[in-house]
């Protein structure tokens, strides 16, 4: 792999731990706990990113989608999970949401620009496929979001037999919809909080981690 293709795979990877990202999966599996959540989700922004660095796509970029529709998601996600919280039984059912499948609400979350002109960039200064990179970019991105994924649904799974892991797993709960409610009010009001978003999503990621390892610890 050259540097700019391993520079394509830690943009990936950076993107995938932004913590809009994790509320959504982590989030999402409260409601409904795939362990594929993550790839799902990663697969789809991923996807759409790519597709938004062909010179093709040029012409949409000057639209300010993200502005208008994450707010609504990252609200949807908050209060899908406070009513989980509030309300556990009987168990809510997904179904009549159909934004709440993983890979549509990836494609969703893709709708923002940004990653997908550094893509046009990175193709341009080294005259390389927008696929190659994207299809890097989105690998880096499923290796955080993927494994996120897998670790919120088995502490789900948990959740049903273990009151220590029901406990971590009502802890979690309450940190993803303080987290989605942050991000959504700072959308909302234009409040930059990009200098905050990768100790955010890190200790979003790290909680997640420890909570896991706390479940499985003996009573």
Not at 15 to 22: A, E, F, R, T
Not at 96 to 113: A, E, I, R, S, T
Not at 136 to 161: C, E, H, I, K, Y
């Amino acid at each position: 792999m050259t540097g700019l293709e391993v520079l394509a795979v830690a943009l990936g990877m950076r993107h995938g731990v932004d913590p809009d990202h994790l509320a959504a999966v982590d989030g999402l599996s409260r409601v409904r706990p795939s362990p594929f959540n993550g790839v799902l989700f990663a697969i789809g922004h991923g996807g759409l990113v790519t597709l938004l660095a062909f010179p093709a796509a040029s012409l949409l970029k000057g639209l300010d989608l993200e502005a208008f529709h994450l707010p609504a998601f990252l609200l949807l996600v908050a209060a899908l999970n406070l009513y989980r919280l509030l309300k556990p039984a009987p168990a809510f059912s997904p179904r009549g949401l159909p934004l709440l499948n993983p890979l549509l609400l990836g494609v969703l979350f893709g709708l923002g620009f940004e990653m997908a002109s550094q893509l046009s960039a990175l193709a341009l200064s080294a005259e390389l496929s927008p696929l190659r990179l994207g299809v890097l970019f989105t690998l880096g991105m499923l290796l955080v979001d993927g494994v996120d994924g897998l670790l919120a649904s088995r502490l789900q799974n948990l959740a049903r037999d273990s009151e220590r892991a029901r406990q971590a797993s009502r802890f979690l709960g309450w940190a993803v919809v303080a987290v989605a409610f942050l991000l959504a009010a700072a959308e909302l009001s234009a409040l930059d909080l990009d200098a905050f978003a990768l100790p955010l999503g890190l200790g979003l990621f790290g909680l997640l981690v420890s909570l896991r390892l706390y479940a499985l610890r003996p009573a």
